[in-house]
T-cell receptor
Framework: QQQVKQSPQSLIVQKGGISIINCAYE??????FPWYQQFPGKGPALLIA?????SEKKEGRFTISFNKSAKQFSLHIMDSQPGDSATYFC????????????????FGQGTELSVKP | DGGITQSPKYLFRKEGQNVTLSCEQN?????MYWYRQDPGQGLRLIYY???????QKGDIAEGYSVSREKKESFPLTVTSAQKNPTAFYLC??????????????FGPGTRLTVL
């Protein structure tokens, strides 16, 4: 019940196209949903995040769409560029039962995005 | 520069040896985390610590140990009991006090290879 399922595993998009990555969860206790971007050999970096009281959040070319009733959320990358080629991870946070604060993140399996010139 | 440093970047270990991976942060964050990343898999939580001198097991703690004697440091020891230790290890930190959510910042990682 603490899993986050991410799809697709890999994605190839032409330059200028829209990249869409989907995630689904079961645990309704999750209260924070970040997306991370990771380049080869580097640590992941926070890209954009959303709380469940918001249905959409946009930052530049990156948009998170959140469907609370369906327990799904997705990342949309508009006008995809070759520099966006990376692995993307969705995640969900569950509050710590000990400290009643932000606890641990549960990560999806990752999507390897390749944007072709 | 504020950030998280991990050392070494590459580490080679012989079977049966214990090795310790370093993680230091100067962000004044309360919480620190260790993840393991294998090809084609997401990040799996090994251990995490939300305050000094306290830590909890994550999903794959067997064969690993940690300590949190200082706020800025959270070293991970990979023991000989870990049967398949070859992986990319990532350390992260977050400021949990007064925040209801968990924004984690990651270090550059250590790639451990068992020979």
């Amino acid at each position: 019940q603490q899993q986050v399922k991410q799809s697709p595993q890999s994605l190839i998009v032409q330059k200028g196209g829209i990249s869409i990555i989907n995630c689904a969860y079961e645990n309704t206790a999750f209260d924070y949903f970040p997306w991370y971007q990771q380049f080869p050999g580097k640590g992941p970096a926070l890209l954009i995040a959303i709380r469940p009281d918001v249905s959409e959040k946009k930052e530049g070319r990156f948009t998170i769409s959140f469907n609370k009733s369906a327990k799904q959320f997705s990342l949309h990358i508009m006008d995809s560029q070759p520099g966006d080629s990376a692995t993307y991870f969705c995640a969900a946070s569950i509050p710590s039962p000990i400290y009643n604060q932000g606890g641990k993140l549960i990560f999806g399996q990752g999507t390897e995005l390749s944007v072709k010139p | 520069d504020g950030g998280i440093t991990q050392s070494p970047k590459y580490l080679f270990r012989k079977e049966g040896q214990n090795v310790t991976l370093s993680c230091e942060q100067n962000l004044n964050h309360d919480a620190m985390y260790w993840y393991r990343q294998d090809p084609g898999q997401g990040l799996r939580l090994i251990y995490y610590s939300q305050i000094v001198n306290d830590f909890q097991k994550g999903d794959i703690a067997e064969g690993y140990s940690v300590s949190r004697e200082k706020k800025e440091s959270f070293p991970l020891t990979v023991t000989s009991a870990q049967k398949n230790p070859t992986a990319f290890y990532l350390c992260a930190s977050s400021e949990t006090s007064n925040l209801p959510y968990n924004e984690q910042f990651f270090g550059p990682g250590t790639r451990l290879t068992v020979l």
